[in-house]
């Protein structure tokens, strides 16, 4: 894509990225609970980095040796070798950088109850600040090109940044001030153990997406801080929060079950870019003030068009992807090569997060069902679409209650077919894509009375090659609201029809 923003190098400290995508820290829960770097992890990592992403940021690895799930660590000189063969395999794949974000999480238990900064004692938050500074100088050590500080979310940095945070000394709620002095101390001892020409990135939330919680008015002056004390880009997330956090009997608190892990992690309902607004006001503020601190924005951005508005419009500098990434590795690589059609597309349904939370190694629902990792296209190249054996078939079928159910017949491929994309249109418009699945069927959740519905499928294969589009289907659904019992036959008579079998 010549021209694209997306593709200019930028420099942060000591280190250059060849292109403005990052991929977000994102938990794989492939570690064993020692928290050593094993060969999924590596092979997990190495994926990523043959898909040419700028930045790959490491998920959350623990500075302490608290208790947890699969969770990597680097709590310890024992850690460093597995961290050091890590970077050492994405930096032998291609040109991507590599961070690694750096957590302390307080402790929680299955019954409910929770520790929180005001139960930590000055000794417990110097103690914090020397673990995050040791564990900084054993990224660097193991060849990390930079260190991510996690600020963000639920963990026990976000907590002292909280307007929630319920004590009432110099670390505590009192003021913004003393909120930030836990912050602002570990920053200086990262500094002071990685030196100056090694690169610090701090991710926090714009936004904490709770009643009592802070947002974008307070955060652009931690923002502003964090760019003062020398960090050298800032990640914006939101939310993630325990305090709405849903409650299940018997499970550990997740904190993304709220409104406010929606907004860490938008299902397909939210706006695409739906943070981006904390972003833009964030770099407005702080390049205002004299600081041209790179700002990274995420959630919910799909597609390298969005990413590109986004930078042009100046509302951020790089642009940081989670799931599309997880959905695609090759997103970068396809939409360098101007092959956009080509990238095979998350559908925000949020599956990978249901795995993170169950303890589960994460997969895509989007990946072939065996496989732990995304499937690496063809060696050999494979430029031959997917066809339509017999034409092309799709059935659509109009059920009571705002459904449409769609059924299409089985593309061909020499390679296997991946996946079908799922366009509609409405009311005569352009054709957008409403999601994708790896069967022959689709229900259509949100077909509205009083509207006209035009679909259209394409298959791809694993390199990504789309089918010419399916026939069309059209359904037009009459105001008023159709019920079971109008002029529709029942929907179990439709499904059976139409071979669903749930
Ligand atoms: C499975 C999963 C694990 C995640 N783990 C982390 C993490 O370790 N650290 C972090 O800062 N954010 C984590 N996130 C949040 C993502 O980095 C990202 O901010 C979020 O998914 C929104 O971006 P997206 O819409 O591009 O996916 C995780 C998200 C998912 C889906
Ligand atoms: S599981 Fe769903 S939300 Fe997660 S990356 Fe795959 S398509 Fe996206």
């Known amino acids: 894509m010549a021209g694209f923003k997306l593709f200019e190098p930028i420099q942060i400290n000591t280190m250059r990225l060849e292109n403005r995508i990052l991929l977000t820290a994102m938990v794989t829960r492939l570690s064993g609970e020692d928290g050593y770097v094993n060969q999924p992890i590596l092979d997990r990592y190495a994926r990523f980095a043959r898909g040419e992403t700028g930045l790959i940021v490491v998920e959350a690895t623990a500075v302490h040796g608290a208790k947890s799930g699969p969770l990597l660590r680097l709590s310890d000189a024992s850690f460093v070798p597995g961290h050091r063969e890590l970077t050492r395999r994405i930096h032998d794949e291609s040109h991507s950088k590599v961070a690694l974000q750096i957590i302390h999480f307080l402790k929680i238990a299955r019954s409910g109850w929770r520790q929180t900064v005001d139960m930590l004692s000055h000794d417990d938050i110097h103690l914090i600040v020397q673990q995050y500074g040791a564990a900084a100088a054993r990224t660097r050590e193991a060849g990390y090109d930079a260190v991510e500080l996690h600020m963000a979310h639920a963990y026990t940095m976000s907590s002292f940044l909280s307007k929630r945070n319920a004590r009432s000394d110099e670390y505590g709620g009192r003021s913004l001030e003393t ?66 956090a849903v409650k299940k009997e018997g499970e550990p608190l997740y904190p993304y079950t709220g409104y406010s892990g929606d907004r860490t992690m938008p299902p397909a309902e939210y706006q695409d870019g739906a943070n981006v607004y904390l972003a833009a006001g964030i770099k407005a503020f702080v390049n205002a003030h004299g600081y041209p601190t790179p700002i990274v924005t995420t959630g919910k951005i799909p597609t390298p068009q969005a990413a590109e508005e986004i930078l042009q419009r100046g509302q951020a500098d790089i642009i940081g992807f989670a799931r599309a990434l997880l959905a695609d590795p090759d997103w970068p690589k396809k939409a360098r090569l101007g092959q956009e059609e080509r990238i095979v597309r998350c559908v925000y349904g949020n599956v990978c997060k249901a795995l993170d939370e169950n303890f589960k190694q994460v997969k895509c629902t989007l990946w072939l069902k065996q496989g732990l990792h995304p499937p690496d296209p063809p060696p050999e190249g494979d430029e031959a679409p997917p066809t339509w054996p017999g034409g092309g078939q799709l059935q659509a079928a109009r059920q009571a209650n705002g459904r449409v159910l769609l059924a299409w017949e089985r593309a061909a491929d020499p ?7 799922i366009f509609r249109a409405v009311n005569g418009g352009r054709f957008v894509h409403l999601t994708s699945a790896t069967t022959t069927r689709h229900a259509d959740d949100h077909a509205l009375a009083g509207n006209t519905y035009t679909y259209q499928i394409k298959a791809y294969d694993f390199a990504g090659n789309r089918s010419g589009p399916s026939n069309t289907a059209t359904v037009e659904i009459p105001l008023p609201v159709p019920v079971s019992g109008d002029s529709l036959r029942l929907n179990g008579e439709v499904e059976a029809e139409m071979g669903y079998t749930a």
């Open 179 to 244: 909120r930030m002095r836990a912050m602002t101390e570990v920053i200086l001892q990262v500094r002071r153990q990685v030196g100056p020409d090694f690169p610090i990135g701090v991710r926090f939330d714009g936004e904490e997406c709770i009643k009592g919680g802070y947002g974008l008015s307070e955060a652009k002056y931690m923002a502003l801080r964090m760019a003062q004390l020398g960090v050298d880009y800032i990640s914006i997330s939101a939310g993630g929060k325990f305090e709405d």
């Open 415 to 421: 390679q296997g077919v991946y996946g079908y994309e």
